[in-house]
């Protein structure tokens, strides 16, 4: 009795499913002619092609040679708000003023009386003119539609007359802290342009989507992203839209996990909240919150410790626009309460001046912040002598590549290319011991990290020029900060980010190799994807 007992011990049960015949790439380091085995939803065996544990399986992939990686971490995404905006006029290809009105005036024929017309992701940078539209260019295709339209970096947005009458926003409306209402020189007539905060004034009065509308959203964007290798995310937004993400973890077969950071509007409050919250481990878990220290490089809102060399027409500061929340000494304390409570603090910096205050204050603020990892969500115009000391504060820099490539077409006729020279410092963040991670900010851009991939290792933007070529990275790099140190960026690198034994199984097939002289990145994407070792359906 006592023999059998030990026999049956010593025998591994079989696996549920095994990936064999694999180029295995993990934490930067390949194997060839590799497996990757999986029992109960983790990895039980990663190594050379063991026969015995194929015969044995209960489901075996053949995957003929190809490139395995772990399942994509994209470390700062807007799913739930993106996913109600996969329903309105996207104006990201209108690539001239003309086709911009154009379009808008088409859509708003077809928007039915009494519904707003919301329109995103359009940039007046991608067009020949590059002349920012103002309410007077959409007034006469809109009419009485009310319409607003956000640009690309969610930063401002323009509002037709319509809109502005039903926010009451009018000539005598004062700026709010935070936020500037763009007015015309002569007249101090509203343009209809809304930068930052203010834009807040028209959002009161947008009509909300339903309930079942955003939740379908949510289900569309975790799609998008899974068909790009994408299975857990940095997801930031309100905590009222909370429950959508357990309602889609507890459907039959969820194929996206969730760390979660609100935006903050009442630090307090979003603790307690956050406190309150009962998670679905490994699935949806709150993490921590969000803040804003400035605004956006193509909104001209980003703070910076010099002026713009290039102005938008009447814009407000020449500088940017910092938030009152620091400059009112909120954020200080907000920041404190939250390091008590164990939570992680992510604020969105954009300028060099935005940077370097952050930084002052979190290393001011908190005497423990390498074990609280807080992030700095963009860290995109940088000084050289605020690059190192994110390594040495350990605060993450979390980082979008493939904003530079939309940027790099005209950073240098914005701020000047002594400082775009320490934009975008993927390498030298690197080089000082920084935990750099990457994402997407999706829906400001695609959430396909294979884009972002190819801006960070190749410089090359969306002209097709290669640009700073100098802040280039290796593929393994970039491909560490898609996997282990996006999870190490949201405290979950025990569970995702790596094909280890007793990690969560996220594994993705790929169609072709990223290791190939001269990839084609953009044309890489899975050809299977597994979360927790279920095939993740990704067709149709």
């Not at 690198?493 to 790596?498: F, H, K, L, P, V």
Request: aromatic share 8%; with cysteine.
């Amino acid at each position: 009795m006592l023999l059998s007992f030990v026999v049956a011990a010593l025998v591994s049960p079989a696996d549920d499913l095994v990936i064999k015949n694999a180029l295995v790439w993990t934490d930067g380091q390949r194997t060839q002619d590799a497996c990757v085995a999986v029992k109960d939803g983790r990895v039980t065996y990663l190594g050379k092609n063991d026969a015995g544990r194929i015969a044995k399986a209960a489901k075996v992939v053949d995957a003929k040679g190809t490139v395995v990686l772990p399942g994509f971490i994209d470390s700062h995404t807007h799913l739930l708000d993106g996913g109600v905006e996969l329903t309105q006029l996207d104006l990201r290809d209108a690539n001239t003023k003309s086709e911009f009105v154009r379009r808008v005036g088409a859509w708003a024929q077809k928007t039915e009386k009494g519904k707003w017309l919301i329109g995103n992701s359009w940039s007046a940078e991608s067009w020949p003119e590059k002349v920012q539209p103002v309410k007077e260019d959409i007034d006469p295709v809109t009419k009485d539609v009310p319409t607003i339209l956000v640009r690309m970096d969610g930063h401002s947005l323009i509002a037709n007359s319509a809109a502005l009458k039903l926010a009451r926003i009018t000539r005598d409306t004062k700026n709010p802290g935070g936020g500037s209402i763009d007015r015309d020189p002569k007249t101090g007539e509203p343009t209809g342009v809304l930068r930052e905060t203010a834009m807040a004034l028209i959002y009161f009065v947008v009509p909300r989507s339903t309930n079942e509308e955003t939740y379908q959203g949510l289900r569309a964007a975790a799609k998008m992203a899974n068909q790009c290798g994408v299975t857990a995310v940095s997801e930031i937004g309100s905590t009222s839209g909370w429950h959508h993400y357990l309602r889609f973890a507890k459907e039959p077969a969820p194929s996206l996990r969730f760390a979660l950071y609100c935006t903050t509007v009442d630090w307090t409050s979003q603790i307690k909240q956050i406190q309150e919250f009962t998670p679905m481990d490994g699935w949806v878990v709150p993490k921590g919150i969000k803040a804003y220290m400035d605004g956006s490089l193509g909104s001209r809102t980003a703070w910076m410790l010099e002026p713009f060399t290039k102005m938008l027409p009447d814009q407000a500061s020449p500088t940017g626009l910092p938030r009152t929340g620091f400059t009112d000494g909120s954020y200080r304390k907000g920041i404190k309460e939250a390091a008590a409570a164990g939570l992680q603090v992510i604020v969105h910096a954009i300028g060099d001046r935005a940077n370097r205050e952050i930084l002052d204050l979190f290393e001011s603020a908190v005497p423990n912040l390498k074990q609280l990892r807080f992030r700095v969500e963009h860290a995109q115009h940088l000084t050289a002598a605020d690059i190192p000391r994110f390594g040495k504060l350990g605060v993450i820099p979390s980082m979008q590549p493939y904003h530079k490539a939309d940027d790099g077409r005209y950073c240098e006729e914005v701020i000047g290319t002594d400082r775009s020279k320490t934009s975008y410092a993927y390498k030298d963040l690197l080089d000082t011991g920084a935990q750099l991670t990457f994402g997407s900010d999706w829906s400001v851009v695609s959430i396909n990290p294979w884009l972002g991939i190819e801006t960070a290792v190749t410089g090359k933007i969306m002209t097709g020029k290669v640009w700073m070529p100098h802040e280039n990275i290796p593929l393994d790099q970039a491909l560490l900060c898609y996997t282990s140190r996006g999870a190490y960026a949201m405290r979950m690198e025990s569970e995702i980010g790596s094909l280890k034994v007793g990690h969560r199984a996220d594994i993705q097939i790929l169609n072709k190799s990223p290791f190939a002289k001269n990839p084609e990145y953009r044309s890489i994407k899975p050809a299977r994807l597994f979360i927790e070792g279920r095939e993740v359906k990704l067709g149709g």
